[in-house]
Nanobody
């Protein structure tokens, strides 16, 4: 069973950058499309970004397109989310998860399990 642990969150001013990491243990991420998600206070968890088995295949929500970049390093069993030009509305707990199909990453309700996530707070 693949266990995912998110890290890299913190407090940053608007316009700043952060790089999140999602490290896998107990198995390999290689067969999976990987995704980043977030949940802001009082809101439902939402899809942020996804990356397919082939790193050229990526998908982004409209709210982060052009500012965030997802990447993966299968040798390190890790997925990253580079977040630039951060806005206060990006404040949320960020999570990662996996699926065999990149398109299905947008179906947030399908995932039975989530990790602890990492808190990102953007001050204005």
């Amino acid at each position: 069973q693949v266990h995912l642990v998110e890290s890299g969150g913190g407090l940053v001013q608007a316009g700043g950058s952060l790089r999140l990491s999602c490290a896998a243990s107990g198995g390999t991420i290689s067969p999976y499309a990987m995704g980043w998600f977030r949940q802001a206070p009082g809101k439902e968890r939402e899809f942020v970004a996804g990356i397919g088995l082939m790193t050229a295949m990526t998908d982004y929500s409209d709210s982060v397109k052009g500012r965030f970049s997802i990447s993966r390093d299968n040798a390190k069993n890790t997925v990253y989310l580079q977040m630039n030009s951060l806005k206060p509305e990006d404040t949320a707990v960020y999570f990662c998860n996996r699926d065999l199909n990149i398109a299905r990453l947008r179906i947030v309700a399908q995932f039975p399990d989530w990790g602890q996530g990492t808190q990102v707070t953007v001050s204005s």
